[in-house]
C-alpha cells in the first residue's frame, strides 16, 4: 500500500449546478488516494442530466496518475451515455491544464474544455484598451501626489513584500518599488497587453525587481498569507463580486498585514462654472457603470466590504484629485479621455439615443473647461481604506 | 558510452543555478519529495522569468514528472542529483540517477522513441490506457505538451544522466 502523500486537494459536488470542482494539488503516488475523489465524481455523474461541469480553475498541479484516474471516468461516463455532455473549465492562468485537458476532447467530443478568462468580466473590456494607457498613467500620476503620503498612513514602509493586485499597466507599482524599495512586489492582472506594457515601461526604466504576473484576482494562485502589504487599486469598483475579490485579498496577507484598496464614488465629481451639468453628467456616469455591473460609488461602502471579509482597524480616508494638483491639463486630458471612453463607447453599447449622448457629453466637456478656467474648480473624488488581517 | 540523441545547445552556453542531490535510497523513501523538490526548485528559477507564477507552475509540473520518473524507475545504490541551468530561455535540468543495464536501456530507448514522429500517439495512448501507467508517459507528456528536448547519456555502468531543455516560455504561448 503506497504511504499517504502530501497532495492537497478538495473535491467538492454542487447539485444545483452540476458542478464537480478540484481545488489544489493531486499528485497522488498511487491510485488509492483517489478513492474518495473517484466514489464522488462518478456518484456525481450518475445523477446528472446534460451538462456536467468538471471545475479545475483552481487545481494547480495535477500529475499523470491522477489524470489518468479523471480521465478514466469521464470517459467511460460519455462512452457509456451518449446524452451526456462533459464541460472541463480550465484557468489560463494555471499553464498546464487546458492543453492537458484537452486531450479528453480528442477521444470524446462530447467531453469539451473551455478555458476560463476575462470573458467573466466583460465591462472591464472597456478599460482595457490600449488607447486607454496614457490617460490611466496621468490618472496615477495625480492620485499618486495623494497616495504618496497616505500610504504610510496605512502601514505602508520600506522592506515590505508587496503585491498590487489588478495592478492595471504596473505604473503604480513602480512608483511604490521606486519611493519605498519593497522586498518583493508582485504586480497581479489579467490583462495580458496591459501587463506587457508593464513589463515594458519597467524595463525602459531599468527597474528588475517587480514581478508582473498574469492572474485572475478573483481565483489567484499565490499562495496564502505570502504578503505584508496588499493593494488593489480601483478594481473592487469594477468586479461585480468584490467580496470575492476581498477574500482572495486576506488570503495571501499575512496575519498582521494590510489590504489597502482605493474606489471612487464617481457621482461626487465636481466642478464650477457649469456645476450643475457636471453633476447631471457624473449622476448618469455612475448608473451607466451600473448597467454594466460595476459599482462606481463604490467608495465609501470600503469600510463595510473590509469589515465583513474580516479585518480590522479599519481606517479610512478621502481625497480629492484636482486642477489645482499640478498642470490644470493633466485633469483636463483625464476628463476628455473618460468622454470618449464613456460617452463614446460605453453609452454608444447600452443604446442610449443621441440626444442623451450629446447631453452626457456635455457634462465632461463642462467638467473640463471647469479645469481649465482661469476661476475654475474642478475635483475627482476618490476614498482610501486599508484593513489589517487579524494576527 | 555516450549516447546523444540529440544536439542541445553548447554545455558552456548553460549557467548553473541550483542542485539537488542525495543518495536514491533517501530520495525514493519519501513520494512527497517529487512534489517538494519540484515545487521549491521551480519558485526559485521562476523569479524573474517574465510570468513568475505562470513559469513556476510549469516548471513544477515538468519537474514533477521526472522526478515521478525517477522515483519509479531507477535501480541499485549511489547518488541522486537533479541539476537545473540556464542559457536564455532555456532551463535545462540533468538527473543523474543510479541505474542498472535494465533501467538504463529504459532510458536510452524512452529517449529514441520521444525523438520520433509517433510520439505523440504513445502519449495519448498511455494517457487513455486502461489498466497500470505507463512509465513512459511523463517523458512523452514533456516531449508533446512542453516541448522538451531529451537526450541520455551513461556516464558509467551504475549511472545514466537524463537532460531535459525546458523552453516553458515559448510552450505556453
Known amino acids: 500500500m503506497a504511504k499517504p502523500s502530501q497532495s492537497s486537494f478538495v473535491v467538492k459536488y454542487d447539485d444545483n449546478n452540476q458542478e464537480f470542482s478540484i481545488i489544489g494539488s493531486m499528485r497522488p503516488q498511487d491510485v488509492s488516494e483517489l478513492e474518495a475523489c473517484t466514489k464522488l465524481l462518478e456518484t456525481s455523474l450518475a445523477g446528472v442530466r446534460g451538462t456536467f461541469y468538471v471545475n479545475v480553475k483552481r487545481l494547480v498541479r495535477l500529475n499523470n496518475i491522477a489524470f489518468h484516474v479523471l480521465a478514466g471516468s ?23 491544464s487546458t492543453r ?6 480528442k477521444v470524446n467530443p462530447n467531453i469539451v474544455v473551455e478555458e476560463y478568462d476575462s470573458e467573466f468580466y466583460p465591462g472591464q473590456s472597456f478599460l482595457e484598451e490600449g488607447e486607454f494607457i496614457p490617460i490611466l498613467r496621468t490618472q496615477t500620476k495625480m492620485t499618486w501626489r495623494h497616495e504618496r503620503n497616505i500610504l504610510p498612513r496605512h502601514g505602508m514602509r520600506e522592506g515590505l513584500t508587496i503585491a498590487d493586485i489588478c495592478c492595471g499597466i504596473g505604473d503604480f507599482a513602480v512608483l511604490v518599488y521606486k519611493e519605498f524599495k519593497p522586498a518583493r512586489l508582485v504586480a497581479l492582472d489579467h490583462s495580458r497587453s496591459s501587463l506587457g506594457y508593464a513589463r515594458k515601461v519597467a524595463a525602459d526604466f531599468g527597474i528588475q525587481g517587480i514581478e508582473y504576473i498574469y492572474g485572475d484576482a478573483a481565483e489567484m494562485l499565490l499562495e496564502d498569507e505570502q504578503f505584508d502589504f496588499v493593494t488593489c487599486r480601483h478594481a473592487l469598483q469594477i468586479f461585480n463580486k468584490p467580496d470575492l475579490i476581498l477574500k482572495e485579498l486576506f488570503r495571501i496577507c499575512k496575519p498582521g498585514g494590510r489590504v489597502y484598496v482605493t474606489n471612487e464614488k464617481i457621482s461626487q465629481c465636481l466642478g464650477e462654472p ?33 469589515v465583513e471579509a474580516g479585518f480590522d482597524d479599519v481606517r479610512m480616508e478621502s481625497f480629492m484629485v484636482t486642477n489645482l494638483d499640478g498642470d490644470p491639463q493633466d485633469f483636463a486630458d483625464i476628463v476628455k479621455s473618460w468622454e470618449e471612453l464613456f460617452a463614446g463607447g460605453m453609452s454608444q453599447q447600452r443604446g442610449d439615443s443621441a440626444e442623451f449622448v450629446e447631453k452626457f457629453r456635455r457634462g465632461f466637456q463642462d467638467h473640463l473647461f471647469a479645469a481649465l478656467h482661469p476661476k475654475g474648480y474642478a475635483g475627482w473624488p476618490v476614498w482610501v481604506a486599508s484593513g489589517r488581517k487579524p494576527a | 558510452m555516450t549516447l546523444a540523441v540529440h544536439e542541445a545547445a553548447a554545455k558552456a552556453e548553460f549557467r548553473p543555478m541550483l542542485e539537488v542531490e542525495m543518495d536514491i535510497g533517501v530520495f525514493v523513501s519519501n513520494w512527497t519529495h517529487c512534489d517538494r523538490i519540484s515545487s521549491y526548485l521551480a519558485r526559485m528559477v521562476s523569479h524573474n522569468r517574465t510570468d513568475s507564477l505562470l513559469y513556476s507552475n510549469l516548471f513544477s509540473s515538468a519537474l514533477n514528472e521526472l522526478l ?33 543495464d535494465d533501467r538504463a536501456a529504459f532510458y536510452v530507448e524512452t529517449v529514441r522513441e520521444l525523438h520520433r514522429p509517433t ?11 486502461q489498466g497500470p501507467l505507463d512509465l513512459r508517459i511523463g517523458l512523452y507528456e514533456l516531449a508533446v505538451d512542453y516541448g522538451a528536448v531529451f537526450s541520455v547519456e551513461q556516464p558509467d555502468s551504475a549511472t545514466v544522466r537524463l537532460t531535459a531543455d525546458l523552453a516553458l516560455e515559448d510552450s505556453e504561448q
Open chain 2, 68 to 100: 515521478e520518473t525517477v522515483f519509479r524507475s531507477h535501480a541499485g545504490e549511489g547518488r541522486f542529483r537533479c541539476h537545473v541551468s540556464r542559457a536564455g530561455s532555456v532551463d535545462r535540468v540533468e538527473l543523474t540517477i543510479p541505474a542498472d
Open chain 2, 119 to 129: 510520439v505523440s500517439d504513445r502519449y495519448r495512448k498511455a494517457l487513455f490506457a
Open chain 1, 100 to 105: 492537458k485537458f484537452g486531450a479528453l476532447n
Open chain 1, 74 to 96: 469521464l470517459v467511460r461516463a460519455c462512452s457509456e451515455r451518449p446524452d451526456l455532455r462533459v464541460a472541463v473549465i480550465t484557468s489560463s492562468v494555471v499553464g498546464w
Open chain 1, 274 to 306: 457649469r456645476g450643475e451639468s457636471i453633476q447631471w453628467t457624473y449622476d448618469e456616469l455612475s448608473k451607466l457603470f451600473a448597467h454594466f455591473d460595476m459599482d462606481l460609488e463604490f467608495g465609501p461602502k470600503s469600510r463595510k466590504f473590509m
